[in-house]
Structures are given as structure tokens and as C-alpha cells.
């Protein structure tokens, strides 16, 4: 399942940065481990079949290019804007790849994105994170949920 789940939030990261932003070079490696100075972070959570949440990561330059080819303005820092127009990317990946999961009869909703600072609070049954490279900068994804009882 693990693989199934990292395999899903890449294919759907490909595809809506490829739809919103007409990005198509994208390589991804799994990570333990992601560093940046500066970021913005932004978790989903997810509720039904499976349930904790995804954290995405995204680098303030990232965000900044991302919303800079969204809304065809220039931004230098992290505003209120910016920080929802990121929260809608992150929606509609975790969206994507919760209506690809429904095709194997996992059924998931996803909670409104809020910004976070990511932290361990317990252990989750399924964890594992990626890097996403793209051509605007990195995104990192982490990935725990447990599975309902």
C-alpha cells in the first residue's frame, strides 16, 4: 500500500503541476530527510478508510514561482495569498490522488489545507515521503495515515 500511496501523490503532483502550471520535467526520490531554510508548509488531512494527513513542503522560492506563473503577477514574499493559492495546490493533488484510490475501493475525504509545522506526534502504520524536483524548485511530501479500524 505504501507504494501504491507514494506512486499516486507523485503521478497526481505530475499531473496538476503539468495542467496549472506547464510543468512537465519532473523526477521525484524517495527522502527521509528534507532541508530548507525557509518554506511553507501546508498539511491536508485525510478521513474514511484511511486517516492522518499529507504534508507538503514547499520551498519559499517554489511557492513564490508557483504562484507567480498561477496568477501571472510577481510576488517576493509569503503573504496570505500566497500561502492559499499553495493550500489549492496541495488540495487538489491530495484530491486527485484520493479519487485514483477510490478506483481500489479506498474510500477517503480530504480536510481543508492549513498551515502547519510539521512534527511527530504518534506512530502511523503507513509513512513514508518523497521529493518532488521540478524545473520552478523542490517540493517534499510526507505521507502518514493509518488505516481505519
Request: proline share 3%; glycine share 4%.
Amino acid at each position: 500500500m505504501i507504494d501504491k500511496l507514494y506512486r499516486a501523490f507523485v503521478n497526481a503532483t505530475h499531473n496538476v503541476f503539468n495542467l496549472m502550471l506547464s510543468i512537465t520535467e519532473i523526477s521525484d526520490h524517495p527522502t527521509e530527510d528534507f532541508k530548507c531554510d525557509d518554506e511553507v508548509d501546508i498539511a491536508v488531512g485525510i478521513v474514511g478508510d484511511l486517516y492522518g494527513e499529507v504534508i507538503y513542503r514547499f520551498p519559499v522560492s517554489t511557492s513564490l514561482n508557483m504562484v507567480n506563473i498561477m496568477s501571472g503577477m510577481q510576488f517576493n514574499t509569503v503573504d496570505v495569498f500566497v500561502i492559499s493559492a499553495v493550500s489549492e495546490i496541495a488540495n487538489i493533488i491530495s484530491g486527485n490522488v484520493l479519487t485514483a484510490l477510490s478506483d481500489s475501493n479506498v474510500k477517503c475525504d480530504i480536510l481543508p489545507p492549513v498551515q502547519c509545522k510539521p512534527y511527530e506526534d504518534k506512530e502511523y502504520e503507513m509513512k513514508t515521503s518523497c521529493c518532488i524536483s521540478t524545473t520552478i524548485g523542490d517540493i517534499c511530501l510526507v505521507i502518514k495515515l493509518n488505516r481505519a479500524s
